[in-house]
């Protein structure tokens, strides 16, 4: 299984991004997918999980209302929104294939990784 996440960027506060995360024709269609960041200093933390169905999201508290995961099974590709950014936000983020259907908040849940793309929000 290949992971390639893109869309990462500069952008003001305030602003908008989409990450995308495209994966290989390998990659089975019943696993849930999920995003992750990681800043400087700081341990990968959870951002937000979708189901293999779509129908189990779950988000992070800090970015509940602000960003919004999504996937397309046909196009074997799952996105993230992310509106009203902010400092904090920056980060590289990481497109991961959960070991089950429904993806979890826990790293260990997660059994194949992208490379990660940077956000960067400027104040």
């Known amino acids: 299984v290949q992971l390639q996440a893109s869309g990462g960027g500069l952008v003001q506060a305030g602003g908008s991004l989409r990450l995308s995360c495209a994966a290989s024709r390998r990659t089975s269609s019943n696993n849930g997918m999920g995003w992750f960041r990681q800043a400087p200093g700081k341990e990968r933390e959870f951002v937000a999980s979708v189901s293999w169905s779509g129908g189990s999201i779950i988000y992070a508290d800090n970015v509940q209302g602000r960003f919004t995961i999504s996937r397309d099974k046909a196009a074997s590709t799952m996105y993230l929104q992310m509106n009203s950014l902010k400092p904090e936000d920056t980060a590289v983020y990481y497109c991961?294939?959960?070991?089950?259907?429904?993806?979890?908040?826990?790293?260990?849940?997660?059994?194949?990784w992208g490379q990660g793309t940077q956000v960067t929000v400027s104040s």
């Open positions: 991961a294939v959960a070991r089950r259907a429904v993806a979890g908040r826990g790293l260990t849940d997660y059994a194949c």
